[in-house]
């Protein structure tokens, strides 16, 4: 028996000194001996503990067959490397019987703190991947996964809600709900919204279904969206066109009483919610009347009534006052291009060779062309706007430009020519008619209908006839100084009228008493008459 616990005892030499050597071979004998008994204290620990781990192991994998492998595995590490660090605590490693070294036990001791920090890295990891759950079954059929059954019972009571509302009529939900334990991903584990989503999907009046909205009320649904887009394509009739309401495919859970086919759905939409009304015309009635009478604008019944005249209405004539108006209005949209004018600009300059008052226009204006492209937008062929997106100059505008007169018609001081003829008969005395009388004036040759014009600018105080002077003009310079012109045959200026120095006042003629074609012109200061010739700055 002492050999079975103790083992054989190494043999010692008794020479020299044999008592010394007894003392140590006892205490050697003692060592071994409790060496002996913690390794059968470890060995009965080991064995308990695999024991209980086997037996925890078994539980998991029945519970979740797939991962029975990963299970044992992670136990029999957790296991053994238990074992291990109990062997640690009393300092002997687990495959040798001694130690003989402390570097040896340090050495062990780093290989087992590995072991257990690798052995809990992959506890974490899987934690974090799975997790124990509840596999629910309504009415026999699995529909996920909870965390408990908690979670189930406290989403019925809205499912039972959100069923009515979607019905139409009182439901109360009481499936045949069973659960049963699993380990799953933490990812396939839904929350109480998903179990009402997964309770309302095995409802047989429910499904989940393509809707179409018009304004977020529930027109139709079909199981397939492709069939509403085609609905919707035959009410547009264009690729251009548009909806004015708010229109929508929503894939939602509903009842299944809103399915229909393309033509229910095409007839759903092209449905009048408005009849067209018409009135007829009494005798005497106007637009006006007939539009204020119904809460319209002329315009806006002049657009219902295109075609027609509105500014002569007959008696009995038929006037649209409400046009109908589809479920679903249709905008409609068409590009157009046309050509416009592009207006001159206007550009003005000084011109002191014409009066003030007056103007010439130097150069013509002309309108450019530009290349307009818009979009002409209407609903349901009604109330069309255009606007345009831009547009495309291919023919330049010509600037007009109109010479503005700046020459005023104030008398300078000085005094020119009337006429552009010679001199014919100086002022002074002189022979005429067979006796000698005073000329108060100069004579200027001319042909008849040559131009007069005024020696400086005034206002006309006399435009007439006038005894021997014939048809006459007389301006008063208003600085002291008149001027006179006789023989006229033609006056285009009127008393009251200013005009400026060269400005034509008159025709060359011979009226009044006169030999020939000719200006008598005169020149008076202050009342009294004065030698032209004097003053005359290009005679």
Request: net charge neutral; proline share 3%; glycine share 8%.
């Amino acid at each position: 028996m002492a050999e079975t616990v103790l083992g054989r005892a190494r043999p010692y030499v008794l020479t020299g000194f044999p008592e010394k050597r007894t003392s140590a071979a006892s205490r050697e004998t003692a060592q071994r001996y409790r060496a002996a008994c913690r390794r059968a204290e470890r060995a009965v620990a080991a064995q308990d503990m695999r024991r209980r781990f086997a037996a925890l192991s078994a539980v998991l994998a029945k519970a979740a067959s797939p991962f029975r492998a990963l299970a044992s595995s992670v136990l029999y590490v957790t296991a053994a490397v238990t074992e291990r660090a109990r062997a640690v605590g009393y300092g002997k490693s687990f495959h040798l019987e001694r130690v003989q070294t402390a570097k040896k036990n340090a050495n062990h001791a780093r290989i087992n703190t590995t072991l257990a920090f690798l052995a809990a890295g992959v506890l974490l990891f899987v934690c974090s991947i799975y997790r124990v759950g509840l596999e629910v079954f309504l009415d026999g059929e699995s529909i996920g996964y909870v965390t408990s059954q908690s979670v189930v019972e406290s989403s019925l009571s809205a499912v039972s809600v959100k069923a009515s509302a979607i019905l139409g009529r009182s439901y109360i939900a009481s499936p045949d709900i069973r659960y049963r334990f699993s380990i799953v991903k933490k990812n396939q584990i839904f929350d109480s919204k998903g179990a009402e989503e997964s309770i309302l999907n095995n409802i047989s009046d429910i499904d989940r279904l393509s809707v179409l909205t018009v304004d977020g009320e529930v027109i139709a649904a079909t199981q397939d969206p492709d069939s509403i887009t085609a609905a919707l394509n035959t009410v547009l009739g264009n690729g251009t066109n548009s909806f004015l309401q708010d229109v929508r495919i929503e894939s939602q859970l509903n009842s299944v009483s809103l399915l229909r086919t393309t033509d229910e759905i095409v007839r759903d939409l092209t449905r009048l919610t408005r009849e067209e009304i018409r009135v007829t015309v009494r005798g005497g009635e106007t637009a006006e009347e007939i539009a204020a009478a119904h809460g319209l604008s002329l315009s806006a019944l002049q657009e219902l009534n295109r075609n027609a005249d509105l500014s002569a209405l007959t008696e009995g004539q038929s006037v649209l006052v409400q046009k109908a108006k589809p479920f679903l209005s249709v905008v409609s949209t068409e590009p157009i291009t046309y050509e416009q004018p592009v207006p001159y600009e206007t550009e003005y300059t000084d011109d002191p060779t014409l009066w003030v008052g007056s103007s010439k226009v130097m150069t013509e204006g002309e309108d450019g062309v530009e290349l307009v492209r818009a979009t002409n937008t209407s609903v349901d062929g009604y109330e069309p706007t255009m606007a345009v997106n831009g547009s495309l100059l291919i023919e330049e505008p010509v600037t007009e430009v109109i010479a503005v007169g700046s020459r005023t018609r104030d008398a300078t001081g000085t005094f020119m020519r009337p006429s552009n003829g010679r001199v014919s008969s100086r002022f002074g005395r002189r022979k005429i008619w067979g006796s000698y009388s005073m000329h108060y004036g100069l004579d200027f040759e001319g042909r008849l209908g040559d131009s007069v014009v005024a020696s400086d600018g005034g206002v006309v105080t006399f435009a007439g006839k006038r005894a021997e002077y014939g048809l006459c003009v007389i301006i008063d310079h208003q600085n002291g100084y008149q001027t006179v012109y006789g023989h006229n045959s033609k006056i285009v200026v009127e008393k009251g009228q200013r005009v400026g120095k060269g400005e034509e006042i008159a025709k060359v003629g011979s009226t009044g008493r006169s030999t020939g074609p000719h200006v008598h012109f005169e020149i008076l200061v202050n009342g009294v008459v004065k030698n032209p010739a004097n003053y005359l700055e290009d005679l």
